[in-house]
Structure formats: structure tokens, C-alpha cells
């Protein structure tokens, strides 16, 4: 099993910056991908961001530009550098560990952007 402790969500107005962090514990491997989903309410969970042990970054669409992914290998821990930040992104973040095709996710933290 994988643990998964996320942390830095909060409130922010429209323009602003926020960093998550998300510390993974437990049956950790050498090879895996790291990476964060969001859920809107009465929307479907979407990619963000995820980069692999190797560190090829994937983001999607509407975060190009301006959130940037990055991990620590040593720390296990993943970071998420979220700038320019508008309303539409507010959202709960979910942190999510892959290895050899299992996943496992993080409870989220809840990131909410003011107008």
C-alpha cells in the first residue's frame, strides 16, 4: 500500500499563487509517476499534472503556461506550483501515486479561487 499526504490547498484571489505538496509513504518503488487531478463540483475529475520518476511532465490543457510540476525522488514528494490562478480552477486537488499500473490516490485538498 501507498499513503498519501497532501497539503497547501486554501483560498486565493484570481491572480494568485498557491504551491501543493503531496508526500507519499509506504510501498514506494523506484519507478512510478506522481502526479494531480482536480474535481469541480458536478464535474469530472480532470488531469492537471504528472511527471514520472524520470521527470517527463504532462500537463493538460487549461494549466499549460501556468502550473508547473515538479518532485522530489529523494523525499517522495510531488509539488504543484500554481500561478496565475483564475476562478475556473477552483476545484479539489487529488494527489495520485502509479506503479507498474496500480494507483492510488490522496484524500484531497480543496483550492478555491476569488474573483
Known amino acids: 500500500q501507498v499513503q498519501l499526504v497532501e497539503s497547501g490547498g486554501g483560498l486565493v484571489q484570481a491572480g494568485g499563487s498557491l504551491r501543493l505538496s503531496c508526500a507519499a509513504s509506504g510501498s514506494i518503488g523506484s519507478i512510478s509517476t506522481m502526479g494531480w487531478f482536480r474535481q469541480a463540483p458536478d464535474k469530472e475529475r480532470e488531469l492537471v499534472a504528472t511527471?514520472?520518476?524520470?521527470?517527463?511532465?504532462n500537463y493538460g490543457d487549461s494549466v499549460k503556461g501556468r502550473f508547473t510540476i515538479s518532485r522530489d525522488n529523494a523525499k517522495n514528494t510531488v509539488y504543484l506550483q500554481m500561478d496565475s490562478l483564475k476562478p475556473e480552477d477552483t476545484a479539489v486537488y487529488y494527489c495520485?501515486?502509479?506503479?507498474?499500473?496500480?494507483?492510488?490516490w490522496g484524500q484531497g485538498t480543496q483550492v478555491t479561487v476569488s474573483s
Open positions: 495520485r501515486y502509479g506503479m507498474f499500473f496500480r494507483y492510488y
Open positions: 511527471i514520472t520518476s524520470g521527470g517527463t511532465t
